[in-house]
């Protein structure tokens, strides 16, 4: 099996994240809210490959706080009964587009 990137129908408001994140080759998204009932936006995703997900990590939290007062949140999970971590971004819903700026801006 080869992973392909496909188009889906997301939330309006975290649609610009999505979209930024899906330029980065390794990055596959998941899932996304444009806010949950904690009031937050995010998006869930993974790595094409596992051996990559804490570089990958590492690298997208040091591009997130370069933004100034960034309320942004770079979790890794690993969920009972998954064989794969997930990573899930998530952020107050008036930061998405700043955040997928920075994002966008930094993608290869």
Same mark, same amino acid.
């Given at each position: 099996?080869?992973?392909?990137?496909?188009? &889906?129908?997301? /939330?309006?408001?975290? &649609?610009?994240? $999505?979209?930024?994140?899906?330029?980065?080759?390794?990055? $596959?998204?998941?899932?996304?809210?444009?806010? /949950?009932?904690?009031?937050?936006?995010?998006?869930?995703?993974?790595v094409?490959?596992?051996?990559?997900?804490?570089?990958?990590?590492s690298?997208?939290?040091?591009?997130?706080?370069?933004?100034?007062?960034?309320?942004? %949140?770079?979790? $890794?999970?690993?969920?009972?009964?998954? /064989?794969?971590?997930?990573?899930?971004?998530?952020?107050?819903?008036? /930061? %998405?587009?700043?955040?997928?700026? %920075?994002?966008?801006?930094?993608?290869?």
């Open positions: 099996m080869t992973p392909v990137k496909v188009t &889906a129908w997301v /939330d309006q408001g975290i &649609a610009p994240l $999505v979209e930024a994140l899906n330029r980065y080759p390794n990055l $596959v998204t998941c899932e996304s809210c444009q806010q /949950d009932s904690d009031g937050n936006a995010y998006v869930l995703f993974t094409f490959s596992e051996a990559e997900l804490f570089t990958e990590a690298k997208l939290a040091g591009i997130v706080s370069e933004i100034p007062e960034s309320r942004a %949140v770079l979790a $890794v999970e690993w969920w009972y009964g998954s /064989d794969t971590p997930l990573i899930r971004l998530r952020c107050p819903p008036a /930061d %998405v587009q700043p955040l997928a700026d %920075v994002l966008a801006s930094h993608a290869p």
